[in-house]
């Protein structure tokens, strides 16, 4: 889905409360209370955002949080957190970005949701787009085959570019 958002909290009811407040707001998410659960879910839904509650157990969360920015590093991440922990955070190379602190209010906290996840469907862009067309210039079909391509197995190259250069002209 696009609007799809991941939350991990171990805290069930601090979990469902942003659950059902996103429900309620029209937006589709899935909560989770284990760490291996919440990978698996970015891997295969791929979301827009992740909230991720960090108060109850914090050096696992910290590990994770490490591997998400090694892997998916344009994931929008929101970090619940204790008002302490954002030193600890910051030591491990962790963003502080996004991060709320307790007591936050959730009226505030799920405006701002919204409006994240409305940035980032606003940011994103088609597939098409992303590739682009590149023009190949008429030169490029006149350039001698490269050694590398000269092998009797790799032929079916030199045929590819007689066959495209009689298609140009």
Same mark, same amino acid.
């Given at each position: 889905? !696009?609007?799809?958002?991941?939350? @991990?909290?171990? /805290? %069930? =009811?601090r979990g469902n409360i942003i659950h059902k407040s996103l429900y309620w707001h029209g937006? %589709?998410s899935k909560l989770f209370n284990k760490l291996y659960e919440t990978e698996a879910a ?6 827009? $955002? #992740?909230? +991720?509650?960090?108060? !109850?157990? $914090?050096?696992?969360?910290?590990? @994770? #949080? ?6 998916? &590093?344009? $994931?929008?991440?929101?970090? #619940?957190?204790? %008002?302490?922990?954002?030193?600890? $955070? !910051?030591?491990?190379?962790? %963003? ?6 307790? &007591?936050?209010?959730? *009226?505030?906290? =799920? /405006?701002? =949701?919204?409006?994240? +996840?409305? !940035? ?8 098409? /787009? ?10 490029? @079909?006149?350039? *001698? =085959? &490269? ?23």
């Amino acid at each position: 889905m !696009d609007d799809m958002i991941v939350i @991990f909290s171990p /805290d %069930s =009811i601090r979990g469902n409360i942003i659950h059902k407040s996103l429900y309620w707001h029209g937006y %589709s998410s899935k909560l989770f209370n284990k760490l291996y659960e919440t990978e698996a879910a970015i891997l295969s839904c791929q979301p827009v $955002l #992740l909230v +991720v509650d960090t108060v !109850d157990c $914090l050096s696992k969360t910290i590990i @994770f #949080l490490k591997t998400l920015n090694q892997n998916q &590093p344009n $994931l929008k991440i929101i970090k #619940l957190i204790d %008002s302490q922990t954002k030193e600890d $955070l !910051d030591r491990h190379g962790i %963003s502080i970005n996004g991060c709320y602190s307790e &007591p936050f209010e959730p *009226e505030v906290f =799920i /405006d701002n =949701i919204i409006e994240i +996840v409305k !940035d980032a469907k606003a940011s994103k862009s088609s597939p098409t /787009d992303k590739m682009g067309v590149k023009k190949i210039e008429e030169s490029f @079909f006149e350039k *001698e =085959i &490269p050694p590398f391509f000269q092998d009797i197995e790799l032929r079916w190259y030199e045929k590819l570019l007689y066959w495209i250069r009689d298609l140009t002209y």
